[in-house]
């Protein structure tokens, strides 16, 4: 007897954690060193929560045994509710905050409570993969806007116009962006939120990274621009920017008008409790992470390691013949072309797998991000730069052998 997957799954991938990374799990198990820059784990690579964070995670573990409500310990949603009230969003109340086991739990759970067969959704490409591959479980249709790399990855307007349908339901926004690390400008998040308010979408806004900023960039939360207008849902939490991956810590806060979506969130509220609740140890974690000392501000400026490692790896990349990088202004991320007419890509799986099993470093494919073209690889910049030099001339290497084939 074969029992097969269930069809929903037929058009789902994943491929951060997809067939390059199995076939580094195979050369691992021969004893083979692999240097692994496909993934944003910001604790493999020496980068550890604050000392705060973690004794009041452990003075909490003796009453976080048991269930809590389904929306998440009322401490942590108040102060996921003061962060934005903090911004001047007035419309944020501690009733319309979830919290979950990471965004990641809760984009799937806003996607089933939202889409039906045939429900249209605006997704940016390239994209962080597990929007697409959650709406197309929840049975939407994906359209990918275009973001336009000529003009620092920003969204293309024009492009998004053209793909709204009288079956577009929602539109999301990923800023600071996974994974080109643009910073989105507020004149382009005030064209999204018009077409938005003027179609009748629902605004999803990713913001997982927005304090991690360099050189000056500005993060505008897309909530500070709905009020009194267009409802937005926007997500949060503790992985990057308080170095807890692990924790599995993350919120959504609809904010704006909510008057046209209470059956919306009531559908959320059911999700909610099907689910039980969100890891209650790493809850105790939110009020201090929110409320305390910024850390992440010794990390994002001159001298601090993402700083100092985004420039090294940007450099080294942007300096390859044929390679044009956009530098990041935020997140952990770069996301180089290849010129394709240098590199005669046909398939950048196959390259990617080419570059992991000859140098023993393992990163992502461009298409991995809904990207529609073979010619953007993803690098994440999280090693100390005495590992990440070297990484970045063994790319270098493959891609000059590769020219020369």
Same mark, same amino acid.
């Given at each position: 007897m074969q029992i097969r997957k269930s069809n929903k799954l037929s058009n789902i991938c994943y491929e951060i954690r997809g067939p390059v990374l199995k076939e580094a799990v195979r050369m691992e198990e021969e004893g083979q060193r692999i240097l692994k820059l496909n993934i944003g784990n910001p604790a493999p690579f020496g980068f550890e929560a604050p000392d705060e964070i973690l004794v009041d995670v452990i003075r909490n573990l003796p009453t976080s045994q048991g269930y809590c409500d389904s929306k998440g310990l009322f401490?942590?949603?108040?102060?996921?509710?003061?962060?934005?009230?903090?911004?001047?969003?007035?419309?944020?109340?501690?009733?319309?905050?979830?919290?979950?086991?990471?965004?990641?739990?809760?984009?799937?759970?806003?996607?089933?409570?939202?889409?039906?067969?045939?429900?249209?959704?605006?997704?940016?490409?390239p994209d962080y993969p597990l929007w697409t591959a959650a709406a197309t479980l929840a049975g939407g249709y994906v359209k990918h806007y275009l973001c336009d790399e000529s003009s620092g990855w920003q969204p293309d307007i024009n492009d998004i116009r053209s793909k709204i349908s009288n079956?577009?339901?929602?539109?999301?926004?990923?800023?600071?962006?996974?994974?080109?690390?643009?910073?989105?400008?507020?004149?382009?998040?005030?064209?999204i939120v018009n077409l938005a308010e003027e179609h009748n979408l629902l605004i999803f806004s990713d913001e997982i990274y927005d304090k991690i900023l360099y050189d000056e960039a500005k993060h505008i939360p897309t909530a500070t621009l709905t009020e009194g207008r267009a409802p937005c849902i926007t997500f949060g939490g503790l992985s990057k920017v308080y170095r807890t991956a692990g924790f599995r810590s993350g919120w959504m806060a609809i904010t704006g008008d909510r008057s046209g979506i209470s059956d919306y969130i009531e559908g959320l509220d059911i999700l909610s409790s099907m689910r039980l609740c969100a890891n209650v140890p790493a809850q105790h974690a939110v009020q201090t992470a929110l409320g305390g000392y910024q850390s992440i501000n010794e990390l994002i400026t001159p001298g601090g390691r993402l700083y100092e490692q985004r420039k090294v790896a940007w450099e080294a990349l942007d300096s390859i013949p044929g390679v044009h990088c956009h530098k990041?202004?935020?997140?952990?991320?770069?996301?180089?072309?290849?010129? *394709?007419?240098?590199?005669?890509?046909?398939?950048? @799986? =196959?390259?990617?797998?080419? +570059? &992991?099993?000859?140098?023993?470093?393992?990163?992502?494919q461009g298409t991995g991000f809904n990207w529609p073209t073979p010619d953007h690889v993803r690098f994440v910049f999280l *090693?100390?730069?005495?590992?990440?030099?070297?990484? @970045? =001339?063994?790319?270098?290497? +493959? &891609?000059?052998?590769?020219?020369?084939?």
């Open positions: 401490s942590a949603r108040k102060a996921v509710m003061q962060k934005y009230q903090a911004m001047g969003i007035k419309s944020a109340d501690v009733n319309h905050v979830w919290m979950g086991n990471g965004v990641s739990e809760l984009i799937v759970l806003a996607m089933q409570g939202l889409l039906n067969d045939g429900d249209e959704i605006l997704i940016p490409a079956k577009t339901k929602a539109i999301v926004i990923i800023n600071p962006n996974n994974p080109t690390g643009a910073v989105y400008e507020k004149d382009v998040l005030e064209s990041p202004e935020g997140a952990l991320y770069l996301f180089p072309r290849l010129d *394709p007419k240098m590199y005669k890509i046909q398939n950048d @799986m =196959d390259l990617v797998l080419q +570059f &992991l099993r000859e140098e023993k470093v393992l990163i992502v *090693p100390h730069v005495e590992e990440l030099s070297p990484a @970045m =001339d063994r790319f270098a290497a +493959f &891609l000059s052998r590769l020219r020369k084939r």
